[in-house]
């Protein structure tokens, strides 16, 4: 799947949830999509982990909470494994210690069922990448972090978390890719975040508390 930055695309994937109807709408969002390829479904880890015998995946879409075999036992099992393909977990138990414990044990990715699933395209294509991405979890502040972004900025941040490229939002914005470059590193120091993949799941995370803040998705000219 990936060798150094190369990726072959498409990406082999497969999903496990309890729930046909998800497994339904994640396939249909990959077929609209293209980069993802799902090969196998299942509704436990354990029928995934029989699949595994016979077929090879690069990442595995699993929910937390299933019969026969959950997801901690999914990653558990998957960790004795060489060559285990990536894990995100994709469940609707919002819980600080949930997403750690998903972390020890391996995975690379906790995603929310309560967010759009589009914004998946963006964390599968990330973990795809290398990157790790989870919420910010438990971390107390006296004011939401987004309210010290200006409003341009906010608007930057919201098209970074639907997964655009530098390229794509300078083109939308009307703006060169240099400004688009100068005014994340920009956010990246008011949020005190890495990269980009900490940047959006920091917006997840508040964009859905307590200290949310609106953003208009208007198209406007950044300086």
Not at 44 to 63: C, F, K, N
Not at 85 to 100: C, E, F, H
Not at 150 to 155: D, F, N, Q, S, V
Request: glycine residues 6%; contains cysteine; positive net charge.
């Amino acid at each position: 799947m990936v060798d150094g930055k190369k990726i072959s695309y498409p990406v082999r994937v497969g999903v496990v949830d309890k729930n046909p109807l998800i497994v339904r709408g994640l396939r249909s969002l990959f077929d609209e999509d293209g980069r993802f390829d799902l090969v196998a479904a299942a509704s436990d880890g354990a029928r995934l982990l029989d699949g595994l015998e016979i077929l090879s995946l690069d990442v595995v879409i699993t929910g937390w909470i299933m019969p026969y075999c959950n997801g901690r036992q999914l990653l558990e099992a998957l960790s004795k494994r060489k060559n285990a393909p990536k894990i995100i977990v994709y469940t609707g138990d919002l819980s600080d210690a949930v997403a750690r414990e998903a972390m020890d044990l391996g995975a690379r990715a906790y995603f929310s069922k309560s967010e759009p699933p589009e914004r998946l395209l963006y964390v599968l294509d990330s973990v795809v990448r290398g990157s790790m991405v989870f919420p910010f979890m438990a971390k107390a502040r006296d004011a939401s972090l987004l309210q010290q972004l200006t409003r341009k900025e906010g608007l930057l941040l919201e098209k970074l978390s639907l997964g655009m490229t530098n390229l794509e939002m300078s083109e939308v914005l009307q703006v060169s890719p240099n400004t688009v470059k100068f005014h994340l590193r920009n956010i990246y120091s008011k949020l005190n975040v890495r990269n980009r993949a900490e940047a959006v799941a920091l917006y997840y995370n508040e964009a859905n508390g307590s200290n949310s803040v609106s953003v208009n998705s208007r198209v406007e000219t950044l300086p």
